[in-house]
């Protein structure tokens, strides 16, 4: 699997005709070494089955459709009808992004002249392929850790998402430039250097802890979207600084989620692994600040990572249990329940006349968005595991001591 993008780039269907498959193979390796999905057919992909149903479901699972563009393409009434299909998805979903390629001196026609192409005249040199892989690049919201430091996505990225949230997102793709994928390749090889009668049970825990950060990657690609949008909306209504009040929320959440298993990998292996060489400052002194929050509740195994996660001295929080569909205990500034507001909780008040809106949106939703993310590992489809969250404070009865 390609390092770019985590192998988890945008979904390209490449349409082309059979006779082009030189040149297609040509583009789809390409692709595919950029971390692109491509769906490339081919004369045996499709045998037995019904085109005309078949191949509209795959362009409508589809981010970008790239079409080579050839006077034998031009002849094929396939070729023609596959364009046909992503045009009308295009123009009512805003995708495929529509992107072709014309090999040759061939002058597009019909529906291909409203679209801005590929010149690829004097064939699939070097520039022509990188221009269409960043095309291709641009169906997707790529998001990379910042390897200075690495328990956080880089800043600027996130505040453009930030803005960009009250409108669907493009798919996010997080960790974009594979940073766990580099770190787990240099476990699992440090695992194999070792000698020993547990060489081999340390190279099957590392192989299955990278599968396992594969797999939380992917749940964080599905949970972000909903927490920005959240941040957006909450920050908004309640006329805080935004984007830059929003960005320490999401800061926690990737500390939570994704900088606990980095700080663990570099404390199973001494901070001996390369690609987590530039954070290593940073890793360091996460390891330290777990361990000293941690001797304040050394009974609860997790109580340094999420003191640390949330960036706040173990005194500073306090834990509440939250009633609703799905219940939460959630780490909250103590002065939460101080004074009244401690008699109202323990009178049953609602939490959204309890709970600060700033407080709410700072650490709870971190923290919810952390919860249904590690939820992901279920049956269920996604998108119902995310919302039987509540993301709003008015979403839950009552709140107490856990």
């Known amino acids: 699997m390609s390092s770019f993008l985590r192998g988890s780039g945008p979904r390209v269907f490449l349409s082309y005709r059979y006779t082009d498959r030189g040149p297609a193979g040509e583009v789809s390796r390409f692709l595919a070494d950029r971390g692109c999905q491509v769906r490339m057919e081919d004369e045996t992909s499709l045998l037995g089955q019904n085109l005309s149903r078949v191949l509209p479901e795959r362009i409508r699972d589809a981010e970008v459709f790239v079409q080579l ?23 009512g979903a805003g995708m495929p992004l529509i992107i072709p390629v014309v090999l040759g001196p061939v002058v597009p026609l019909g529906l291909l002249k409203d679209w801005a192409y590929v010149n690829a005249g004097g064939g699939l040199n070097d520039q022509v392929l990188q221009t269409l892989a960043r095309g291709c690049l641009n169906a997707v919201e790529p998001l990379p850790l910042d ?7 880089d800043e600027s990225r996130v505040l453009d998402l930030l803005r960009k949230a009250a409108a669907p997102l493009r798919r996010i793709v997080v960790d974009a430039d594979g940073l766990f994928e580099a770190t787990s390749r240099a476990a699992i090889d440090r ?11 340390f190279v ?14 992917e749940y964080a690609d599905l ?38 298993e980095l700080v663990a990998l570099f404390r199973t292996f001494k901070g ?38 949330l960036g706040e001295q173990p ?56 919860r249904a993310a590690w939820s992901l590992n279920s049956p269920h489809p996604p998108a119902e595991v995310i919302e039987q969250y509540g993301w709003k404070v008015s979403d839950y009865r009552r709140m107490g001591y856990p």
Not at 147 to 153: A, D, K, L, S, T
Not at 204 to 217: I, N, P, S
Not at 241 to 260: D, H, I, K, Y
Request: aromatic residues 8%; contains cysteine.
């Open 69 to 91: 563009v050839t006077d034998a393409s031009s002849e094929s009434e396939w070729v023609r009808r596959e364009l046909e299909w992503a045009v009308e998805r295009n123009r």
């Open 223 to 260: 949970v972000l979207p909903r927490l920005l949008r959240e941040l957006h909306e909450q920050y908004h209504e309640y006329a805080y600084a935004f984007p830059g009040r929003a960005l320490e929320p999401v800061n926690r959440f990737s500390r939570l989620l994704l900088g606990t």
């Open 147 to 153: 390897r200075e430091r690495p328990c956080h996505f």
């Open 191 to 201: 695992a194999k250097s070792l000698d020993g009668e547990h060489r081999d049970a």
């Open 272 to 309: 001996e692994l390369e690609p987590l060489d530039p954070g290593a400052p940073v890793l360091r002194e996460a390891l330290e600040r777990m361990h000293s929050a941690q001797a304040h509740k050394p009974g609860d195994s997790g109580f340094g990572e999420a003191y640390w996660g």
């Open 204 to 217: 099957a825990q590392e192989r299955r802890r990278r599968d396992r950060l594969a797999r939380l990657l």
């Open 315 to 370: 005194k500073a929080l306090v834990e509440l249990g939250f009633a609703g569909r799905v219940p939460v205990n959630l780490y909250l500034p103590a002065q939460t329940v101080e004074g009244d507001r401690e008699v109202a909780m323990r009178f049953g008040d609602p939490p959204d006349t309890i709970v600060r809106p700033e407080h709410w949106a700072d650490y709870a939703l971190p923290q919810i968005a952390r």
